[in-house]
């Protein structure tokens, strides 16, 4: 049950902030490209499973891309804003399908299932 809410969450976060992209009537081909951005840090796999979870990890969780959002509405500055929103839509986006965070044992161990 818990692993189901969790891809409702994924999805409600995603439509959230698509939601809130298009409403802001930012750029839809900034969108497209950043959308996978944060996958870039999978390359801290390169040196190690425990570097490569940390850092993973640290760009697939909603408080720092949350934190941009804020900040993009406190500056107030649009840059700011559009990128969290689409890190916030890829992180849901990622768990959604049933991307987690990774354990430091292996890429495919993470906190929803094993990909």
């Known amino acids: 049950m818990n692993k189901i809410l969790l891809h409702i969450e994924g999805f409600a976060v995603l439509v959230l902030s698509v939601y809130f992209y298009g409403q802001s009537q930012f750029s839809w081909l900034l969108f497209f490209i950043l959308l996978f951005a944060p996958d870039i840090s ?37 840059t700011l804003l559009a990128i969290g929103l689409i890190w916030s839509a890829h992180i849901g986006m990622d768990r ?20």
Do not use: D, Q, W
């Open 42 to 78: 999978m390359i801290g796999y390169l040196l190690n499973n425990k570097v490569g979870a940390i850092i993973y990890n640290l760009f697939h969780t909603y408080s720092l891309s949350i934190s941009v959002v804020i900040c993009g509405l406190i500056v107030p500055n649009e």
């Open 96 to 115: 959604m399908i049933g991307y987690g965070l990774k354990y430091p044992t292996e890429f495919k161990a993470t906190h929803l299932n094993r990909v």
